[in-house]
């Protein structure tokens, strides 16, 4: 059954707390969704290319910002999302010639002064050309308000959106990767590059796709948060720490790791963050309740890697075997 | 010929140095421009350059130089600038840092060198109490006074179950004190979310089910656009009024928030619409020189420089005494843009401070109203804490 609320008419009963755990698990759900849209571009990079890329983000920033640019100008939300992929993707591109292509000899320590130092250009040049005021994008008109997809819990209809965009994305991987060529290569690449390249795949075309494809899912991750979040230069380094966490929870190179590991992530920070104050209040006087349940939440996602990591020194669904 | 020029140009140059009679005053800021807190510090320095610019290059009739350094809100940084202007420049006069931790990490240093800091921004309690300091000026506000004048207002406007969200670090829980300081109702929930967060749906969700009549937040700059979207497309801001300090509602972060921040009350020691001479001559001088409506940071560094003005044609332009500079600007006989002003005893301004709402002007500019002043001459509470020699 699903009803459209306007805003002002929102009234329900939120003494039930089944009703609020349904709500925060459909938070943890789309903070999931848009961590493995960045997490599996990079998980792909990191995996198949042994490339530590810290600039990933810089690409999120950059599907925010044209995309933000194109929504006001034009007005549409859907050309916002046009603009912004084949931006993300394009910037990606460039990069992966002009940069990375000299760094895949030389040992992660460069690669990550590299990348770190391309992440300053970014922020940089968003600012020459954006200037140092965060952006404005809002959430399209027809995809305001909410929707009560199950009884009692309306949820806005933007977030739902997300969600499904994200289940949408993650199908379109699952067909690429293991039903066409391309994808056939570029699992073939991930296992023994110099093979593939023997057989007769391209593989310096492929990075540069692969990359492009990787930098193309951060754009569109940054394109929807757009309306959620500010649109501001080094938004994507907030993010790309958790990104990270996500890639070692899953497996470095796997992505259906990137997914189990994304979705586990989000759920444990948004429920610890609603219900760890809770929790503690049972035991303690809530002042003190509150101060310690904000330092424990921000820790729990960090726990779970550590706990994870010692259970399964390779994450949870390692690329090979 | 060449040669020849060259031993010209020489010559030219040795004899224009004596025809500047008056070695302009410098005056240090050092301030934030890089990193995405950076407008804070453009607009402090536009309001101070505005001030010297309108003299002619002059404050208070006393030729002035400026020198401008960005501490890319790194109190390592900003110390390093700090030594440089005393060593190498010979600065006596200190302004402009943004960020409280800087603030902390360097002003005590200065003072001890015989330097005069007017703060522009920055209001921190220690600086306001135990480490007050003879040489430390504030022109701005104490930190804690634009929470307090938003407790006093939520309390007088009847609401009684208010939340309270802050970033988990120091400067969180002293915004939240402030406004608890004022503030006599119950407190419905009181938050503390990571520092930088970018995502409250888990907050807001949590908010909502403790239905309080009435929200007070201190997040600044991005995280504070976070929370206001997210907050109205929960359909909040229709039910529940939000509250907070100025630091969220400045004109240019209104501009990435719009139609989500219509409304909402805030509190200033200064805004744009003040009736006052000064502040109109200010505004409109500020509008024509950089094409946007100044915000309270702006103000402050406006301030800031009249303040000094007033003091330098006092002394005559002599920095070397610097009892005289001292008692000069404590003083401050300066036209201030917020109508009235004056210094308590550590050395902090005794103002009027506002409450706002901000709105959509008839040219669909989202800017702040002021409603009314709910304090007037008001000081703040650390002043028995300080022992100045």
């Given amino acids: 059954m699903i009803r459209r609320y306007r805003m002002s008419s929102i009234q329900f009963n939120w003494y039930n707390p089944m009703l609020l755990f349904i709500e925060q698990l459909l938070n943890g759900l789309q903070l999931g969704i848009t961590l493995f849209l960045l997490s599996a571009g990079l998980t792909l990079v990191f995996g198949i290319m042994q490339v530590i890329n810290l600039a990933h983000g810089s690409f999120y920033m950059i599907g925010a910002y044209v995309g933000a640019t194109v929504t006001a100008r034009t007005g549409s939300f859907i050309l916002g999302i046009l603009a912004a992929l084949p931006a993300a993707a394009l910037a990606g591109m460039i990069v992966e010639v002009l940069v990375l292509r000299r760094l895949y000899q030389k040992d992660h320590l460069d690669q990550v002064l590299a990348t770190f130092g391309m992440i300053m250009f970014f922020n940089e040049l968003t600012r020459i050309i954006w200037g140092r005021q965060p952006l404005f994008m809002d959430v399209p008109p027809w995809l305001t308000g909410s929707i009560e997809l199950i009884p009692g819990v309306p949820y806005p209809s933007y977030r739902i959106a997300v969600i499904a965009a994200g289940i ?5 991987l699952y067909l690429l990767f293991t039903r066409t060529r391309i994808g056939m290569q570029i699992r073939a690449g991930a296992s023994n590059r110099e093979m593939a390249g023997a057989l007769g795949v ?3 075309l492929l990075y540069t796709l692969v990359f492009g494809l990787g930098t193309l899912l951060a754009g569109l991750a940054g394109v929807m948060a757009g309306p959620i ?24 190179g796997s992505i ?5 590991g994304a979705l586990l992530v989000g759920l444990v920070d948004t429920l610890g963050r609603a219900f760890l104050p809770i929790v503690l209040r049972l035991f303690l006087s809530a002042a003190y309740a509150d101060g310690i349940a904000a330092s424990m939440a921000s820790m729990s996602v960090y726990i779970l890697m550590a706990t994870i990591l010692v259970c399964r020194p390779r994450g949870l669904l390692p690329a090979h075997g | 010929m060449k040669r020849l020029l060259i031993v010209g140009m020489m010559i030219a140059a040795l004899l224009a140095g004596p025809a500047q009679a008056v070695e302009p005053v410098k005056i240090g800021m050092i301030t934030t421009l890089s990193t995405k807190a950076g407008y804070l510090g453009e607009e402090i320095r536009d309001g101070f350059q505005l001030a010297i610019d309108q003299e002619g290059g002059k404050l208070g009739g006393v030729p002035v130089k400026l020198l401008v350094d960005d501490d890319g809100r790194k109190p390592e940084k900003a110390k390093q600038i700090a030594e440089r202007y005393i060593k190498r420049d010979g600065v006596k006069i200190m302004t402009g840092i943004v960020f409280s931790n800087v603030a902390i990490a360097v002003v005590p240093k200065v003072v001890q060198q015989e330097v005069i800091y007017v703060s522009a921004n920055a209001g921190p309690s220690l600086l306001a109490g135990k480490g007050c300091h003879k040489n430390y000026f504030n022109v701005a506000y104490q930190n804690d006074n634009l929470d307090e004048v938003v407790g006093k207002y939520v309390t007088d406007a009847g609401f009684k179950n208010v939340y309270l969200l802050a970033p988990n670090y120091p400067a969180g829980k002293d915004h939240l004190g402030g406004f608890k300081r004022y503030y006599t109702g119950a407190i419905a929930g009181e938050v503390y979310t990571k520092l930088g967060q970018s995502d409250y749906a888990a907050e807001i969700a949590a908010l909502r089910a403790a239905k309080p009549d009435a929200v007070f937040f201190f997040l600044p700059g991005g995280m504070g656009i976070n929370f206001l979207k997210q907050y ?8 529940t009024p939000v509250f907070g300090p100025a630091f969220s ?9 719009k139609d989500a921040a219509i409304g909402v009350k805030n509190g200033s020691q200064w805004s744009h619409d003040l009736d006052n001479p000064a502040n109109r001559q200010f505004v409109a001088a500020f509008k024509t020189a950089f094409g946007r409506t100044p915000t309270l940071y702006a103000s402050q560094g406006y301030d800031a420089a009249r303040l000094l003005g007033s003091a330098l044609k006092q002394v005559g332009g002599d920095v070397s005494n610097l009892d005289a500079l001292r008692a000069a ?32 002007d008839a040219d669909g500019n989202y800017t702040n109203k002021t409603l009314k002043a709910v304090f007037t001459d008001h000081s703040n509470v650390y002043v028995e804490h300080c022992k100045m020699d």
Avoid at chain 1, 256 to 260: P, V
Avoid at chain 2, 232 to 239: E, K, R, V, Y
Avoid at chain 2, 249 to 257: G, K, P, T, Y
Wanted: hydrophobic content about 50%; aromatic content about 8%; charged content about 20%.
């Fill in chain 1, 168 to 172: 949408l994305v993650g199908g379109f």
């Fill in chain 1, 202 to 204: 391209n593989i310096r």
């Fill in chain 1, 229 to 252: 979040l500010a649109v501001e230069a080094g938004m994507g380094e907030s993010i790309l720490i958790l990104t990270f966490v996500v890639i070692v929870i899953g497996g470095i």
């Fill in chain 1, 256 to 260: 259906r790791g990137a997914l189990a």
């Fill in chain 2, 232 to 239: 109205a497309q929960a359909g909040l801001n229709q039910t």
């Fill in chain 2, 249 to 257: 509602f400045d004109e240019r972060l209104l501009q990435a928030v």
């Fill in chain 2, 329 to 360: 600007i404590r003083k401050a006989d300066f036209a201030t843009v917020r109508g009235k002003f004056s210094f308590s005893a550590n050395q902090h301004p005794v103002q009027d401070i506002y409450i706002r709402e901000v709105v959509k």
